[in-house]
């Protein structure tokens, strides 16, 4: 990547809010105090049962995690156990993973505790409340033990499911009464289980705790949530007061949705770089009847210096464009000088204070609503004066007299000239002195010009074609030519065809871009991933992925066929990039592959491909290298052997982003992997990237055609869902900045635009066929009309399209012809007698199904009339829809009716 394409930002806002973890740190923690005083008084008076219990997601975990940050230690110590992923070991097995959680925890010395292995457990159960919780007692000295059991109900579920519950194996049945043990033993054991589910759900629990204190996690209160949405971002990003109360409108104080909203509210925060404004469209009418002599008029001009004449012609022809459209703001003088290609110097701002001090202007301060704009903006203070310096002193001839501000500056032009200086050397001086000397800057850049230093003869040019077109323009357009001509040389198409599209701006028919254009190769790529250097748009994904990356969460991107999901993942693999984004990458190891890569695809074939791809990465880290190597040859390609791995990262201060493109083919069995296998997979997944200790040292991203929810195992009502460690954002077609963004480099017209529009849909595979054919016909010396292109693009693309609609479900495939039917009917109305008069019915009934289909870009929603109106974003789908249902034999007939007959009535 070249210096011209990568920007460095050194004023990156990280994304406060946290989703796809508990929230451990403290100062991110708001409201529950009184669960922790609750605890407190509980602990004190040596109650050793304390029950917590909610919803999923309602923030239980996170106050496990912070209840030894309120919660005096100088009495307690704190062992957090997770139960999720126990359900079906055998008490043995389960008292040894706690055992070893006190230990790590409490940073305890395993030689002297000697926990009992499983083995010796599975003979005599009691050794752990016998020998192994009596020494960590002796090593706590006076400190009690508490034991944060998350995830208790999982055990729970089982225990009243009758056919697990005479396994002997299985810890659900006695797990809870060695625990009702362990507590009656020893008064220096205290647990405190959280529960996702309502306590009268488990009586029997509740039996063998009876006259356990219990409180519910329940919504956070109106202050606690209304904090939970300023503090974290206190600083960068201010809420409104009404604000607040939509956000609180749409997640009532919920915790986790809260954190979602907020999450993305900082997002689009950032995109916008709109830290809070308001908006207000203030429309000033001015009086034109105002009449006075031409004497009184030029003393108001001629009296004054000329940074201040300068300045009032600027104001004047500032509000004479916003009086050619009413909904445009005044813009700032400086603004608009700039524009001109004036240099802003500290003088000019002066000159305007002073105008303003000396009432020749004034300020209007604006407030909008509508616009979220609130600012100020200047005006000339008499109408008629305005009007006066529009006609007389235009301000692309004012600008000239900023020539004559330093005498001294200009002497030394006029001697360089007349003595015929050679080299840029003495005109540099003449404007480091005076920045707005131009005549000096016309100079500069025609010397480079002949002296094909093209790219700084474009940097000076661009200026001075601002300043005067007329006198600039054949250069100008010289210095785009050679420029680009040295840039195909060295390789650089696309910077090329900007160069070139500059050209065809202020030339449209010079006849030398086109042939520039015939020794170009194709910059567009078709079938392949787009390299990073070359990615359009997706900024705030982007920036979302490295949030998560940065607290170390997991993402889960979806998107159709030809959404840019392999271009995505490869642009975050980039260490260019990293630096883009101000983040530094020697401290990652970057791994990126494909699961369709795997074939057939097994979890003990996923484990091996990531600890071949991490091995390919660790050429400084030979050790640790050789250790990989050792696991593949032992055949210990396996979630523990991965645990094994990120721990050593950590060790060495790094940390594992690992890439996964076609997560699907995790989801799918095959031969070789069964449903249980998937369970299995996914739940070793969630495991490590959530549960261990080891997650850390793990960022996990992942693409898939569809949301999670819709692939995948199904869910069970005792279970998380294997998905939620993820954030879950959708690919999007692109918007019609970032299309024009990816064609910037073709001149197309606007019919030629609205055609690719039309057909493409914004659909990132797409556009890059669309700028490939235009970009071949432009080697042509000339671009293809609308009729041609749209037959040649649709003969290349259809197959797309019919993956697309062969992966569509039928509900959705049926909303898709209740579109079409209004172009469908009258060829079908013969051949399908469902009734379709009141379709708006339909698609009231199915908005999620609509939603769905909307996120995947086939369609887009009009909510501009009094109702949505559903639209195909491509022309090319709809065709296909179409030609289908038209071509459909009676047995697809009848299967297209049935599905009709469903959505009718559902």
Wanted: proline share 5%; net charge negative.
């Amino acid at each position: 990547m070249t210096s011209a394409t990568v920007r460095k930002n050194p004023y990156i806002r990280r994304n406060p809010y946290i989703v796809g973890r508990p929230i451990s740190e403290p100062e991110l923690f708001f409201g529950r105090r009184n669960k922790f005083e609750f605890i407190e008084d509980n602990l004190q008076q040596g109650v050793q049962v304390i029950l917590f219990h909610g919803q999923r997601r309602i923030g239980k975990s996170t106050v496990l995690k912070q209840i030894p940050n309120f919660v005096g230690q100088d009495e307690f110590v704190f062992v957090q156990f997770d139960l999720q992923d126990k359900s079906q070991l055998s008490l043995s097995r389960v008292l040894y993973s706690l055992g070893q959680a006190i230990i790590k925890q409490i940073q305890l010395e395993s030689d002297p505790i000697n926990l009992p292995s499983i083995t010796e457990l599975e003979t005599n159960p009691n050794l752990f409340a016998d020998s192994f919780l009596p020494k960590v007692y002796k090593e706590l000295g006076y400190k009690k033990l508490v034991l944060l059991l998350d995830e208790f109900d999982v055990l729970s579920s089982n225990y009243y499911t009758s056919e697990l519950a005479s396994s002997k194996e299985s810890s659900s049945e006695t797990f809870f009464h060695y625990l009702k043990f362990l507590i009656e033993q020893d008064q220096r054991l205290f647990i405190i289980p959280f529960i996702g589910r309502q306590l009268d759900d488990m009586p029997k629990l509740l039996g063998l705790f009876k006259g356990a204190p219990s409180q519910k996690v329940g919504l956070l209160s109106e202050r606690s949530a209304t904090e939970l949405i300023t503090e974290p971002a206190k600083g960068s990003l201010t809420y409104e007061s009404e604000a607040i109360d939509a956000i609180l409108a749409l997640t009532s104080g919920h915790p986790y949705f809260t954190q979602v909203l907020c999450h993305a509210l900082f997002a689009q925060a950032r995109t916008e770089q709109k830290w809070q404004v308001t908006r207000d469209d203030v429309t000033r009418i001015v009086d034109d009847a105002i009449e006075i002599g031409e004497g009184g008029l030029t003393w108001f001009r001629d009296g004054l210096p000329i940074l201040e004449r300068v300045i009032f012609s600027a104001v004047a022809e500032a509000q004479k464009k916003a009086e050619r459209n009413p909904n445009q703001v005044v813009q700032d003088p400086l603004s608009l000088l700039e524009e001109y290609g004036v240099t802003i110097t500290e003088s000019l701002t002066q000159a305007r204070e002073k105008l303003l001090k000396l009432g020749f202007l004034g300020v209007v301060e604006i407030t909008d609503q509508v616009s979220s704009y609130n600012g100020k903006y200047y005006k000339v203070e008499i109408e008629l004066v305005r009007r006066w310096l529009v006609q007389r002193y235009p301000l692309r001839r004012e600008i000239l007299e900023l020539e004559d501000l330093d005498p001294e500056a200009k002497a030394s032009y006029q001697q360089a000239i007349e003595r015929n200086a050679q080299g840029v050397k003495p005109y540099e001086q003449v404007l480091k002195a005076n920045p707005n000397h131009f005549s000096a800057l016309f100079e500069i850049a025609r010397i480079y010009l002949e002296g094909d230093v093209f790219d700084k003869a474009v940097q000076c040019y661009q200026r001075a074609y601002l300043v005067d077109r007329v006198r600039n323009q054949d250069g100008l357009v010289r210095s785009h030519l050679g420029y680009a001509q040295h840039l195909m040389e060295v390789g650089e198409v696309i910077l090329t065809t900007q160069q070139l599209k500059q050209v065809l701006t202020i030339e449209p028919d010079n006849q030398e871009v086109y042939k520039l254009y015939n020794k170009l190769n194709n910059p567009f790529v078709v079938g392949a991933p787009v390299h990073p250097e070359n990615f359009v748009g997706r900024k705030s994904l982007i920036e979302t992925a490295f949030d998560q990356i940065y607290n170390r969460s997991n993402l889960a991107i979806w998107g159709g066929p030809g959404m840019g999901k392999t271009s995505f993942l490869e642009l975050l693999a980039s260490p260019d990039v990293w630096q883009e984004y101000g983040e530094e990458p020697s401290q990652a190891v970057m791994v990126l592959f494909s699961c369709e890569s795997i074939q057939p695809f097994t979890a003990s074939g996923f484990w091996q491909e990531v600890l071949i791809e991490l091995m390919d990465k660790l050429d400084s880290e030979p050790d640790l290298k050789s250790d990989i190597e050792t696991l593949l040859d032992q055949g210990k390609a396996t979630a523990r052997g991965m645990r094994q791995v990120l721990g050593q990262l950590g060790k060495r201060n790094k940390f594992l982003v690992l890439l996964v493109d076609d997560y699907d083919a995790a989801l799918r069995e095959n031969p070789h992997y069964t449903q249980a296998d998937i369970e299995v997979f996914l739940s070793e997944c969630r495991s490590i990237a959530y549960q261990s200790r080891e997650r850390e040292y793990l960022s996990m991203i992942v693409t898939s055609l569809k949301r999670f929810n819709e692939l995948g195992p199904s869910l069970t009502p005792d279970q998380s869902p294997w998905y939620n460690h993820y954030l879950f954002v959708v690919l999007r077609p692109l918007t019609e900045t970032e299309v024009d963004t990816l064609l910037q480099g073709i001149p197309i017209t606007p019919a030629l635009r609205d055609v690719i529009q039309n057909m493409a849909g914004g659909r990132p595979a797409l556009l890059q066929i669309a700028g490939s054919l235009l970009f071949r016909e432009l080697r042509t010396g000339k671009l293809p009309d609308t009729e041609t292109f749209a037959k040649e693009f649709e003969s290349q693309t259809r197959h797309i399209f019919q993956d697309i609609w062969q992966r569509c479900r039928d509900v959705e495939q049926g909303l898709l012809i209740l579109m079409a039917w209004s172009k469908l009917k009258g060829s079908l109305e013969q051949k399908i007698t469902v009734d379709l008069s009141d379709i708006d019915l339909v698609f009231s009934q199915q908005e999620l199904d609509l939603s769905s289909l909307e996120q995947q870009g086939l369609i887009m929603r009009n909510q501009d009339l009094e109702k949505p109106v559903y639209l195909f974003r491509s022309s090319i789908m709809e065709g296909l829809v179409i030609h289908t249902i038209q071509t459909s034999d009676k047995a697809s007939l009848e299967k297209w009716e049935t599905i009709l007959l469903k959505l009718i009535n559902p």
